[in-house]
T-cell receptor, first 116, second 114 residues
């Protein structure tokens, strides 16, 4: 089965500084990977996805992630944090089932705190 | 706004009761997924429907059941509720269900069992 590990439960940055949220995956083949964001009392929004095309994936709101097969990593970055980025971030891997369909397997989440 | 709607937003009920959560997928999406988010278990896949048929089960309790109707909306039924069922329940939809298809999530239903 596929799995992801988010290495930090909390990350604190100052507004205007870079953001790095770390994720390692475990997969027996080339995975599909996603980053979702959850703002307080809101649903989950897709930030970006990797599906074996370009290894550097650009998402919404200035976020990007790089797929590194040799390191089994898919870290999320942003050059300059904004107060509105404060939220919970989930690294997600698709896990195909024997039906041919996929389910999403979520990491435990990283809470990003942004201070003025 | 993802285009996925869920009702109700909040639900407060007592142990032993039964509730129904409703989800309407994005227009054109055939697959519906249900997830549970709790403090101790995190986000877990419960069940998937595709065009009216159950296609996959995850960590769904026997007390829980779901269905997808001809108009593609889905309902998740939770019965004999226990305190530990208190959680945020998300519905997601995708065009199909194959690998790489992103899933679009609704705002969730927060269930509180007292």
């Amino acid at each position: 089965a596929q799995s992801v590990t988010q290495l930090d439960s909390h990350v604190s940055v100052s507004e205007g500084t870079p953001v790095l949220l770390r994720c390692n995956y475990s997969s027996s083949y080339s995975p599909s990977l996603f980053w979702y964001v959850q703002h307080p009392n809101k649903g989950l929004q897709l930030l970006l996805k990797y599906t074996s095309a370009a290894t550097l994936v650009k998402g919404i709101n200035g976020f990007e992630a790089e797929f590194k097969k040799s390191e089994t990593s898919f870290h999320l970055t942003k050059p300059s944090a904004h107060m509105s980025d404060a939220a919970e971030y989930f690294c997600v891997v698709s896990d195909p089932m024997n039906t041919g369909f996929q389910k999403l397997v979520f990491g435990t989440g990283t809470r990003l705190l942004v201070s003025p | 706004d993802s285009g996925v709607t869920q009702t109700p937003k909040h639900l407060i009920t007592a142990t032993g009761q039964r509730v129904t959560l409703r989800c309407s997928p994005r227009s054109g999406d055939l697959s519906v997924y249900w997830y549970q988010q709790s403090l101790d278990q995190g986000l877990q896949f419960l069940i998937q429907y595709y065009n009216g048929e159950e296609r996959a089960k995850g960590n769904i309790l026997e007390r829980f059941s779901a269905q997808q109707f001809p108009d593609l909306h889905s309902e998740l039924n939770l019965s004999s509720l226990e305190l530990g069922d208190s959680a945020l329940y998300f519905c997601a939809s995708s065009v199909e269900g194959q690998r790489g298809n992103e899933q679009f999530f609704g705002p969730g239903t927060r269930l509180t069992v007292l």
